[in-house]
């Protein structure tokens, strides 16, 4: 997928992911450690289900994730399919 391609799918998504690099990233804040901890369960078990896994890091509160295709380094639609499942969960969880 080229980076015109990237930025128009990324219109498709909730607010807050954009291209950094040749990732998908979106940060995240939570109440505290226990629920930015929760999230980040929630989402390695659908990264899990996928197959597909994202970059992970977590201060405290705060949940960035980049989600990228790493046998093509760039964005594929897996990652939009798996971005569309973080926002489900955010929405539906916290």
């Known amino acids: 997928m080229d980076r015109d391609n990237i930025l128009k799918e990324i219109k498709n998504l909730d607010n807050g992911w954009v291209l950094s690099?040749?990732?998908l990233a979106?940060?995240?804040?939570f109440k505290d450690f226990n629920e930015s901890l929760d999230f980040i369960n929630k989402i390695g078990i659908e990264s899990e289900n996928l197959n597909h896994h994202p970059k992970i890091v977590n201060v405290y509160n705060k949940?960035?994730?980049e989600l990228w295709s790493h046998d093509i380094d760039s964005v594929s639609s897996r990652d939009f399919d798996l971005a569309k499942l973080v926002d489900k969960t955010f929405k539906a969880n916290f």
């Open 21 to 23: 690099e040749n990732a």
């Open 26 to 29: 979106k940060d995240f804040t």
């Open 63 to 65: 949940v960035r994730l």
